[in-house]
């Protein structure tokens, strides 16, 4: 047929809704009305690229409207081991109170009067760093929100060797810039010394500033001065000093072979404030901490821009059940925490337990790494047990994995899957076997 004939076979719009009449009462209508114009808009476009092809309006228009009904942001298992996953959401969260119905966010029990949202998290921030407290939307608006408030107008001095970019385009001097802040390069990429940073002092400097090399390392002829120097000039010379941690770690993971710098370090080093991720190794909601002395603080939290970067009462709740967990150091109650904390002997336990489950499939247990991920602890890993999975067509089966239900991501290494159950919630297991005997079995 012809293109121009087909395309006048495509019935009008109002025809479709008449066949489409028993869904009037599940959808409204406007929006029935508009999937159908773009399933036609849809239709045609496929006919002018191949007059052949075979059209279903009614179905399309069904398939799309349900398709409304499927949440977009999904719970996914994490089978890959990398503990705080960026694409997967950083830190798995902590079971919280529910928030729904309304809450005391902004009153005061007590007195009965207005009160402060901060109040829900400030008391935790300060049993967790020693130093007062508060929570914007992620770290990256705190790092604005500091400089800005430190030295608008003015140079804030940082070494070359960390002037770095995260990932998903956030650079240190682009967001300085915005904050209204002259960058003062110092030193070099390898090296920078204590006098450089003197040097570079005037009546100019608004801030020296610190920033962890979260995602990547530096070796060789390298140097940059300790925490400790850099705050020392400072005060000598009257100067704030800001320290952008990155991760944050409030607890001790040396034991699990994990270097991070502590939060409560950067305190006794006698930096003015720091700030930090709350979805990284803290373990928490994705939010911005920021923590330090309390002239500082109060002056952060009256800059105009705060209010715009404020946490949703979601994210409190969830904050604050971390916290909580955190100070009464209940690790296991972190998932984040408690998958670092996990051996490589529990690990291999469950690996274990779960493999006869595995019907039909080629599956052995070999010994392999996890990691931290997240932008943190770059190259510093924990040992683990895999369940490799012998697959015909690996790159087909990691897809399947990919679209069951629950979705399961896990790692491809030559022809085998591999699945690291130190990331997976137990009671996520029964769900990893179906879905992995569905994607991965041997077909004869
Ligand atoms: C991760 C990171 C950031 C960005 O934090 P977000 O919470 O993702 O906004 C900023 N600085 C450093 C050093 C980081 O590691």
Redesign the pocket.
């Known amino acids: 047929m012809e293109l121009a004939e087909r395309l006048r076979t495509l019935p009008g719009v109002d025809e479709v809704a008449q066949r489409l009449r028993d869904l009037t009462d599940a959808y409204p209508r406007p929006l029935l009305i508009r999937q159908i114009r773009r399933s036609l808009e849809a239709a045609r476009d496929l006919l002018r690229k191949n007059p052949n092809a075979s059209i279903d309006i009614e179905d399309a228009v069904r398939r799309s409207l349900a398709a409304l009904r499927e949440p977009s942001l999904r719970r996914v298992i994490n089978a890959t081991g990398v503990v705080l996953h960026t694409n997967l959401g950083r830190a798995p969260l902590c079971d919280s109170a529910p928030v729904g119905g309304y809450s005391n966010l902004e009153y005061d029990l007590e007195t009965g009067r207005r009160g402060r949202r901060d109040v829900h998290v400030s008391r935790w921030l300060e049993w967790i760093s020693g130093w007062p407290g508060i929570a914007v939307n992620?770290?990256?608006?705190a790092?604005y929100l500091v400089l800005n408030e430190m030295a608008a107008g003015a140079e804030a001095i940082v070494s070359r060797g960390q002037l770095?970019e995260?990932g998903d385009g956030?650079r240190i001097p682009d967001i300085m810039q915005r904050a209204g802040v002259t960058l003062r390069e110092v030193g070099a990429t390898n090296r920078t010394s204590i006098e450089d940073y003197r040097e570079a002092i005037s009546e100019r400097t608004g801030a020296l500033l610190i920033?962890?090399p979260?995602?990547f390392r530096v070796q060789g002829f390298t140097g940059q001065p300790s925490r400790a120097e850099v705050a020392q000039l400072g005060k000598e010379r009257g100067v704030p000093v800001y320290e952008?941690?990155?991760?944050g770690c409030v607890a001790d993971l040396s034991p699990y072979g994990i270097q991070e710098p502590l939060v409560s370090d950067s305190m006794r080093d006698g930096v003015s404030i720091v700030s930090f991720?709350?979805?990284?190794l803290l373990g928490g909601p994705?939010c911005?901490i920021i923590a330090g002395d309390a002239m500082w603080i109060s002056r952060i939290r009256r800059n105009p821009m705060f209010r715009a970067l404020r946490l949703d009462k979601l994210i409190l709740a969830t904050l604050e059940t971390t916290m909580r967990h955190l100070v009464l150091e209940e690790w296991d109650a972190v998932p984040a925490l408690r998958m670092i904390r996990m051996s490589q002997t529990q690990i291999r336990d469950r690996a274990t337990a779960l493999l006869p489950k595995l019907t039909g499939l080629d599956a052995e247990i070999v010994d392999g790494e996890s990691v931290i991920g997240?932008?943190s602890t770059p190259e510093q890993s924990l040992p683990t047990a895999l369940i490799a999975i012998r697959a015909a067509d690996v790159v087909g089966a990691e897809a399947r994995l990919r679209r069951t239900d629950p979705p399961v991501i896990a790692r491809i290494s030559e022809d085998r899957i591999l699945i690291d159950l130190r990331t997976v919630f137990p009671e996520e297991e029964q769900a990893l076997a179906i879905s992995l005997a569905r994607a991965c079995a041997v077909v004869e």
Not at 244 to 247: C, I, K, N, R, V
């Open positions: 992620n770290n990256a608006a790092v770095i995260i956030f920033v962890h979260s995602n952008d941690l990155g991760s991720s709350g979805d990284k994705q911005g997240g932008g």
